[in-house]
């Protein structure tokens, strides 16, 4: 069974930063993809970062590209999401997912068939 615990949540002032962490447990991650998603109250759930776990590559959405950075270390089974240049629209519940249908880099939430439960961030001006 996978299991996702992510970390890291909190309150930040607009213009910071803060780092969160998803551990995986469960599965063998090398021929899959991660991601990091976002939910904001009212809105949809959005795709915001992806990595493929064997070859480290990435995929960002446009409203996160230059500002946030995803990651992973294989040793730990731990992926992260440095997220810098915090803005308002930021403010949502995080989750980390992983697409063990699969290692593509997609930034949609149906493709993903495991998730935590989520990390609330908020940011504040």
């Known amino acids: 069974q996978v299991q996702l615990v992510e970390s890291g949540g909190g309150v930040v002032q607009a213009g910071g930063s803060l780092r969160l962490s998803c551990v995986v447990a469960?599965?063998?991650?090398?021929?899959?993809?991660m991601g990091w998603f976002r939910q904001a109250p009212g809105k949809e759930r959005e795709g915001i970062a992806a990595?493929?776990?064997?070859?480290?590559?990435?995929r960002y959405s446009d409203s996160v590209q230059d500002r946030f950075t995803i990651s992973r270390d294989k040793a730990k089974n731990m992926m992260y999401l440095q997220m810098n240049s915090l803005n308002h629209e930021d403010t949502a519940v995080y989750f980390c997912?992983?697409?063990?249908?699969?290692?593509?880099?997609?930034?949609?939430?149906?493709?993903?068939?495991?998730w935590g439960r989520g990390t609330q961030v908020t940011v504040s001006s």
């Open positions: 997912a992983c697409d063990t249908n699969g290692g593509l880099l997609g930034l949609t939430p149906d493709w993903y068939p495991d």
């Open positions: 469960g599965v063998r991650l090398d021929k899959y993809a």
């Open positions: 990595i493929k776990w064997g070859d480290g590559s990435t």
